[in-house]
């Protein structure tokens, strides 16, 4: 019982602190990879990304909903997943979250992909039970900032085709 009720503190904790880091944006995705925190929030028209010890990221990036680019879930498949992309000069990071709809207790994952020029950088996962996730927090996030998603070309934009 007191270890239940120190492990629900602790997540509270980790809760509270990814939503004070996102100033009243919508958390993406907070968890912990290795010794350090990626925290990805979403709203009003940017994103942010931020990765590194806790409370003090060694990369911290906001950008405009225009600059950064977005995958919407697709409606299908045994996972709930979305995508948002950062750029940093030539370099980008691919942060991804996911819920699986089929497993009890609907277990959450994420992580960021790093590339450069097509060339893979790093492929890291959250440690497992620390994804802490708002599943459509980034379709919302774009689709509160004026853009819809096309079908056609398969991304967020300003202007879609129906």
Known sequence: MIRTLALSTLAAFWAASAFAACEGRELVLDCAIGSKQ????????????????????????????????????????????EEIIFFNGDVSYAVWHSVDRLTEGNPTSGGVVVT????????L??????????????????????????????????????
């Open 38 to 81: 990626l925290t990805v929030c979403i709203g009003g028209g940017e994103a942010s990304y931020a990765f590194g010890p806790k409370g003090a990221p060694e990369l911290a990036i906001t950008q405009p909903l225009g600059q950064a680019q977005g995958t919407a879930w697709a409606g299908v498949g045994r996972s709930i997943w």
């Open 116 to 123: 450069k020029a097509d060339q893979t950088l790093a492929d």
């Open 125 to 162: 996962q959250c440690k497992e039970g620390t994804a802490d996730v708002s599943i459509f927090a980034i379709s919302d996030g774009f689709a509160d900032a004026g853009f819809c998603w096309d079908r056609e070309n398969y991304r967020f934009a300003r202007n879609c085709a129906d």
